[in-house]
Nanobody, 127 residues
């Protein structure tokens, strides 16, 4: 079992920044890849960013590339999403997710590959 708790969401003006955090507990955090996804009401949960178990590989959706940065601190069991130059279209509920089946393997982007999810944190960007 893995428990994930996100924090850091909120209301920000367009062009501003937010930093999301996700603390994991349960299985050995440093063994598996992590991802961030987002979802608007009535829409499918979409990939935002993912990071390998070591932090050495990162991947981004085209819509956030160059503005968002994913990172992790395995000593703190925490993954981060630094979001800069925010746009109104970034408004969503953001979820962190763990791919505990990855076990030092490939980083995946499909939401169905991730088996544990946090409760989500709301990000609202005003124009």
């Amino acid at each position: 079992q893995v428990q994930l708790v996100e924090s850091g969401g909120g209301l920000v003006q367009a062009g501003g920044s937010l930093r999301l955090s996700c603390v994991a507990s349960g299985r050995t955090f440093s063994r598996y890849n992590m991802g961030w996804f987002r979802q608007a009401p009535g829409k499918e949960r979409e990939f935002v960013a993912a990071i390998s178990w070591s932090g050495g590989r990162t991947y981004y959706a085209d819509s956030v590339k160059g503005r968002f940065t994913i990172s992790r601190d395995n000593a703190k069991n925490t993954v981060y999403l630094q979001m800069n130059s925010l746009k109104p279209e970034d408004t969503d509920v953001y979820y962190c997710a763990a791919d505990t089946n990855s076990l030092y393997g490939s980083v995946r982007r499909a939401n169905y590959e991730y088996d544990y999810w946090g409760q989500g944190t709301q990000v609202t960007v005003s124009s």
